[in-house]
């Protein structure tokens, strides 16, 4: 029998995200929750303020884990903010644990299955966005500018790009986009491990999600590990400009925000490589990370 039957199908593939930490006002992070959910302790940030997490990914090759059935993988890009350092207000299912936790209030995927199945399953806040991502390597045209070299679709990591951009648009409306990133790289991958002011972040991202069920909308909570393989994932400094251009979720202040690399700031921007798993909701105190 096994030991954790949740486990025995998962999500699997691999991720090249450009992840930003914003510090804001801790009573306007408090409004991106939903009831039954509570800002818990930190010591990242100072006091009156809160860190918000902002993803901007590339999904490739990711497939659901069955036995005995292959499935073809699918790429698709996906915008994230997340809310660490949650706490449950109330007993959860599974027992003692109440965070801290990882919330996610709301993701922008390009492919409607993974919303879809975010939403249905993980009872995540998915919505369907048109995201565009562009790379520009070093060399530059007759203009000036640099030449554009588009992100492979399957596999966005064979190229080193110097600068880039990615901005997500409500479906079927290219006037204005709701959140945008601008970024130059500012060092070469290497082993997450030896990247300076790596541990902070690693306190954020290896935070159990708690969702919403069921749809995202409660009022039950589940828990899910979204795993990163850190003894293969490799990541390098990104210098960031991140414009909130609608208030997308209760809370966020519209505006610009801009960061310097994780290797000259704890919690500084950073991009991200590395392979992936996502379990199955369970009861949040019998997940792995806080087991």
């Known amino acids: 029998m096994l030991e954790s039957p949740y486990r025995s199908m998962n999500i699997v593939g691999k991720l090249s995200s450009c992840y930003v930490t914003l510090v804001m006002p801790r009573d306007e992070v408090a409004w ?3 009831e039954g959910l509570a800002l818990g302790p930190q010591d990242h940030t100072p006091p009156g303020t809160h860190p918000v997490v902002l993803s901007f990914s590339h999904r490739y090759d990711v497939r659901v884990t069955l036995p005995r059935l292959l ?9 994230a903010i997340g809310v660490p350092f949650v706490h449950a207000k109330r007993d959860l299912c599974g027992g003692r644990a109440r965070g801290p936790f990882l919330y996610v209030p709301r993701l922008f995927a390009s492919q409607i ?24 390597g070093p060399d530059k045209g007759a203009n000036g500018a640099g ?30 986009s709701i959140v945008s990133l601008s970024y130059e790289v500012t060092g070469d991958f290497q082993p997450m491990a030896r990247v ?3 541990e902070a972040i690693l306190d954020v991202l290896r935070q159990p999600l708690i969702c919403c069920q069921p749809v995202g909308r409660g009022p039950l909570f589940s828990c899910a590990d979204h795993e990163n393989d850190w003894e293969r994932a490799q990541a390098r400094p990104l ?3 991140t414009r909130i251009e609608d208030a997308f979720v209760p809370g966020l202040v519209v505006g610009t925000y801009r960061s310097r690399g994780l290797d000259m700031s704890p919690l500084g921007s950073f991009q991200l490589r590395a392979p992936f798993k996502l ?12 087991a």
């Open 32 to 34: 991106m929750l939903p």
């Open 71 to 79: 499935l073809p993988g699918t790429t698709y890009k996906e915008q």
């Open 113 to 136: 299955l993974p919303v879809i199945g975010g939403w249905l399953f993980w009872g995540l806040a998915k919505q369907l966005g048109r995201i565009r991502e562009m790379s520009f």
């Open 147 to 176: 030449a554009e070299a588009p992100r492979s679709e399957k596999n966005p990591h064979e190229t080193r790009h110097e600068t880039g951009t990615y901005r997500v648009f409500p479906p079927g409306d290219d006037a204005e």
């Open 196 to 198: 300076p002011n790596h």
């Open 239 to 241: 210098h960031t400009t």
């Open 279 to 290: 379990t199955l909701p369970h009861c949040c105190g019998r997940g792995h990370s806080l």
